[in-house]
């Protein structure tokens, strides 16, 4: 996803059943966001970056 966007992002994190686990938003013009994962159990997750332009995922496995 490009940086410095003009405008807020919603970030989320999905597990692999489909669930919302996490939303968080990266204000405009932010270059990087801190996902706090600690409580998160050891799994594969999806990261969706969305915003009125589109959308891009990226899948992170969290292992503990």
């Not at 669930?19 to 990266?26: D, K, L, S």
């Amino acid at each position: 996803f490009a940086s410095k966007r003009s405008e807020d992002t919603k970030v989320s994190m999905v597990n692999m059943l489909g669930q919302t686990v996490m939303i968080q938003t990266a204000p405009r013009g932010s270059e990087a966001i801190m996902l706090n994962i600690r409580t998160l159990p050891s799994g594969t997750y999806r990261v969706v970056m969305q915003d009125s332009r589109g959308m891009a995922t990226q899948q992170i496995v969290v292992v503990r």
